[in-house]
């Protein structure tokens, strides 16, 4: 089982929100990880959007839009991506990533966002 | 700003050896430990390896330990990546990214083909 499962597609709507999820697997709890975020468009590599531990532990990316979000469903053992206000711009690749020690990162396999 | 230029990337024939190169600017180097991640043609981010900011600690990817060596030179500002033996799954663009992995270079494209 992967470290870290993501879906692998969304689809929501122009001025909608979407929720990307990022499901740890079992045995690692959620509650001790900063969740980091990424978007990669094609072409490009990937840009940091945000981290997320808790709302006292949190970071935002620089020039990132506050409508990009961070959080967690602990009952789900998920950090939660959310974007508000989608723009056509905002259809992408998503990952999320922890470390899961100090020398040691791992990616989920990512979600790909379409708005349409 | 940050910047991270990678090199070093090319065809390569299974069995064969490359060794990449990141040159960082902007930031302290020699105070940030250092990542390559690699993303295969159509496929996700996989994290091959990290070097802390002395170089005292390395850490590989199962699936490159043996393989691949990290090295860092700190009066050069660089990061390099070190492949041998390698093989058609290791065929990938390979990116440098910044200890916190807030930044990352463009990547070099490797191909392992015969």
């Known amino acids: 089982q992967a470290v870290l499962t993501q879906p692998a597609s969304l689809s929501a709507s122009p001025g909608a929100s979407a929720s990307l999820t990022c499901t740890l697997r079992?045995?690692?709890?959620?509650?001790?990880?900063?969740i980091y975020w990424y978007q990669q468009k094609p072409g490009s590599p990937p840009q940091y959007l945000l981290r997320y531990k808790s709302d006292s532990d949190k970071q935002q990316g620089s020039g990132v839009p506050s409508r990009f979000s961070g959080s967690k469903n602990a009952s789900a053992n998920a950090g939660i991506l959310l974007i508000s206000g989608l723009q056509s711009e905002d259809e992408a690749d998503y990952y999320c990533m922890i470390w899961l020690s100090s020398a040691e990162v791992v990616f989920g396999g990512g979600t790909k966002l379409t708005v349409l | 700003q940050v910047q991270l230029l990678e090199s070093g990337g090319g065809v390569v024939q299974p069995g064969g050896s490359l060794r990449l190169s990141c040159a960082a600017s902007g930031f302290t180097f020699s105070s940030n430990g250092m990542h390559w991640v690699r993303q295969a043609p159509g496929k996700g981010l996989e994290w091959v390896a990290f070097v802390r900011y002395d170089g005292s600690d390395k850490n590989y990817a199962d699936s490159v330990k043996g393989r691949f060596t990290i090295s860092r030179d700190n009066s050069k500002n660089t990061v390099s990546l070190q492949m041998n033996s390698l093989r058609v799954e290791d065929t990938a663009l390979y990116y440098c990214a910044k200890g916190d992995v807030a930044y990352w270079g463009q990547g070099t494209l490797v191909t392992v083909s015969s």
């Open positions: 079992s045995g690692i709890n959620v509650g001790t990880y900063r």
